[in-house]
């Protein structure tokens, strides 16, 4: 994180970051990912940064099942040898769109999660929280 010796101190550093290692799947290539961070490694990622934590959640724990059938479609690190398997793996790594009622699904599922959200430990994604220091 060489951003943090760029900021001044005092100011937020704000992160999302793909959460939980079990989720590695061929959607995490895709899209450019190279790891999935859990709250330890993230921590220890910024270790020895001018950085103090203020938080660090996880989010969207409501996709973690849909995140294991994803998983499942096509394991990471498969190798890609046909013109289909290459099509299999962008049609992976695309974000679908969805309909207005499945929308809508996921954004009330996600309100009626926020609230639990510090609690659960288990998420796609890690909210943290940074200050410079």
Do not use: C
């Amino acid at each position: 994180l060489e951003l943090a010796g760029k900021m001044s101190p005092g100011s937020r550093l704000i992160l999302t970051v793909p959460a939980m290692p079990i989720l590695w799947s061929a959607f995490d290539e895709g899209i450019g990912h190279f790891k999935r961070y859990t709250k330890t490694t993230l921590g220890q990622a910024a270790a020895g940064l001018p950085l103090r934590r203020i938080e660090t959640n996880y989010l969207f724990p409501e996709m973690v099942p849909a995140a294991f059938v994803r998983r499942k479609q096509r394991p990471p690190g498969a190798t890609v040898t046909t013109e289909a398997d290459e099509a299999m793996v962008a049609a992976l790594a695309d974000i679908p769109e969805l309909s207005g009622g499945t929308n809508q699904a996921l954004y009330v599922t996600g309100v009626a999660t926020q609230a639990i959200r510090r609690f659960v430990p288990a998420g796609s994604s890690l909210f943290a929280v940074y200050e410079r220091v």
